[in-house]
């Protein structure tokens, strides 16, 4: 009997494995810039102001094909140029087109060193972001379909280490009371289910937010990391040198073959005939 009900549990994760929508976040080891129109881009594409390095960086902690984007004194306000001297080019990154309905997600996971644990040695934050769209979505016209941004990572900036979520309808940043892991990777998911976006830290759902404005699907994502060289925007900032380290470990996991799952429900349906010979 313990035999039989080990392959039962074994045929269903199989099963479960298989039926999971796949992710969207693209990966990694082709950080190809590109000029072309942006949310039209084929590849990342600069969102706000391009950081000082945004590149894949090789192995990294025991991880292939890591993202580095790095933060330094030459993106800071004094040092960009006229145009781009406003808060709003703090945040630096790059923008990837992707499209995926209701079961899409995008996921990567970023190594969080134990000298982040405070800002007194320098402020840092990064996070992954959605774009998210209706039907009206053009990409030719930039902003054309656009509803949401759901933006979910980490900062030390501002009170104690924290994970947090930006919940676009209430306008805030929301703090998690989850402690933060140092010196390992945490994993960061944002799920569109149709009728809410979702939030999952290390695999468990950490928040919801059920105002999706009439989204329909994911249009990009971006990686991004904040520039704290600007002392108007964030008062008290310790602005320093940094490098947020992100890898798309979905994107090099071994997938289940279909057949492999096909298998799995053959399992199941022959216990449960054994069953019920039983």
Not at 28 to 34: K, Q
Not at 66 to 87: D, E, H, M, W, Y
Not at 171 to 192: C, H, M, R
């Amino acid at each position: 009997m313990m035999l039989k009900t080990f392959t039962l549990a074994a045929a269903i994760t199989l099963v479960s494995i298989n039926a999971a929508a796949a992710p969207l976040m693209p990966d990694f080891n082709d950080i190809t810039p590109t000029s072309a129109t942006q949310f039209a881009a084929t590849g990342w594409y600069t969102d706000r102001y391009e950081p000082t390095t945004f590149a894949n960086v090789g192995t990294y902690q025991g991880r292939d094909d890591v993202l580095g984007i790095g933060i330094t004194s030459a993106g800071s306000t004094a040092n960009r140029p006229a145009g781009f001297s406003g808060a709003f080019y703090n945040t630096q990154g790059r923008q990837h087109l992707v499209s995926g309905g209701a079961g899409s997600s995008i996921a990567a996971d970023l190594y969080i060193p134990e000298s982040w644990s405070s800002g007194t040695a320098g402020n840092v934050r990064t996070d992954i972001w959605g774009i998210m769209a209706n039907t009206a979505f053009d990409p030719s016209n930039v902003y054309a379909g656009i509803t949401s941004y759901p933006i979910f990572g980490f900062t030390n900036y501002g009170g104690v280490a924290r994970y947090r979520v930006f919940d676009g309808d209430l306008g805030a940043w929301i703090d998690l009371v989850t402690p933060v892991e140092y010196n390992d990777w945490t994993s960061f998911k944002i799920q569109f289910t149709g009728s809410a976006f979702e939030f999952l830290l290390n695999g468990d759902l950490v928040y919801t937010d059920r105002t999706i404005n009439g989204t329909t699907g994911f249009r990009g994502t971006i990686m991004q990391a904040y520039n704290f060289g600007d002392a108007v925007a964030n008062p008290g900032a310790v602005a320093n040198d940094y490098t947020a380290h992100w890898s798309n470990a979905a994107a090099h996991a071994v997938p289940i073959p279909g057949s492999l799952a096909l298998f799995g429900l053959g399992l199941v349906g022959l216990i449960a005939t054994r069953r019920q010979k039983a």
